[in-house]
Each structure stands twice: as C-alpha cells, then as structure tokens.
C-alpha cells in the first residue's frame, strides 16, 4: 500500500520554526532565578521573548497614632510621667506655641540614654535653651525655645521618627 500526499496537506514546519519548550522553560527559569522582568533570545529567524508582569501593590498608608507615653527618669522623689496626648487633635486644641521639626530625622530627648530628659512639661525654659536634639543624616541639631516660656507637653517620643513641620514641644502662649 501506497501513501500519496494529497495537493491540500501543508508540509511539515522547517525546524527553525518549532518553539523549543526546553528553551522556553529555561528562559523563564533564568527570570525567575534573576529576578529580571524579561529575555529575549534570537537563534537565525526564530525570537522568544519571555517576560512576566510584576504588579507591585501600593504601600498602605498608615496615619500615626499619637505616641506611646514616654516616662521621665525618676530622680530621688516620684515623678510624673511625661504626658502624650491619646488623640492628635488635642495638639491644636491645646493653647500654645508649637515648636516644629525643621527637618525629617530622629528626636531625641535626651543627650545621652543614662541622662535626663532636656526638658519635661512644666519646666520653665529661656529663648534658645535646647528642648530636643533631631538627628538627620548622622548630625545632631540641637533645637531651641524660640522664646521664654513654659513646657506645656512634650508631642513626640524618645527616638522617635519625625517630619519636616511636625510639633515637637508646645510652649505655653
């Protein structure tokens, strides 16, 4: 028995022109493995890109609470704690002058761990007397009372990450 093309039958596919499965899973490997978004191979006329779509979801945006509160080192008699306000609100409801961060970095309250505090709410502090120290990009900058006055709160925390334009410490109008 005889088999006969028929005028209607396509030819086979040249080699060049079949996907190789092997390459193909290899190149997606080496995506995987390198963490790129896409190769591209040619070999004569046949070219395969492989690229995989990476959807990157956005950041959740978080709203600070007020900080936790922070107790003042406690000399030989007791203390009162240094109060945070429990709802941001209360910063501008309370009246006084706001002494805001110049700058995006760290405040600290105190110039060392082992010492106390630069200033707690009631103390009474002159014009240009350290409040708080705010360290940006390994630089201590020291800020200072823009006038006379009284330490109404301390807003921020020991360590505590701050912006550019947030109230620090409210001074008694």
């Known amino acids: 028995m005889a088999v006969s093309k028929s005028p209607a039958a396509k030819p086979a596919a040249p080699k060049s022109d079949q996907i190789d499965a092997g390459l193909v899973r290899s190149l997606a490997d ?32 978080a709203y600070a609470a007020a900080p936790a509160p922070v107790a003042a080192p406690a000399p030989a008699a007791s203390a009162a704690p240094v109060s945070m306000p429990s709802d941001p609100a209360t910063i501008v409801a309370k009246a006084g002058e706001q002494v805001k961060s110049p700058m995006v970095g760290t405040a600290y309250l105190k110039p060392s761990p082992e010492a106390p505090a630069f200033v707690q709410p ?6 240009g007397q350290t409040l708080l120290i ?4 390994k630089t201590m900058n020291p800020i200072q009372a823009p006038r006379d006055g009284k330490v109404v709160e301390v807003l921020v925390g020991d360590a505590q990450p701050v912006e550019f334009g947030e109230p620090l410490v409210l001074l008694e109008a």
């Open 30 to 61: 080496i995506l995987k493995d390198t963490e790129l978004t896409e190769i591209e191979v040619e070999r004569g006329d046949l070219r395969i890109r492989v690229a995989r779509e990476i959807t990157v979801a956005a950041a959740p945006v």
């Open 122 to 127: 009631g103390d009474t502090v002159k014009k």
């Open 134 to 137: 705010v360290e940006a990009m």
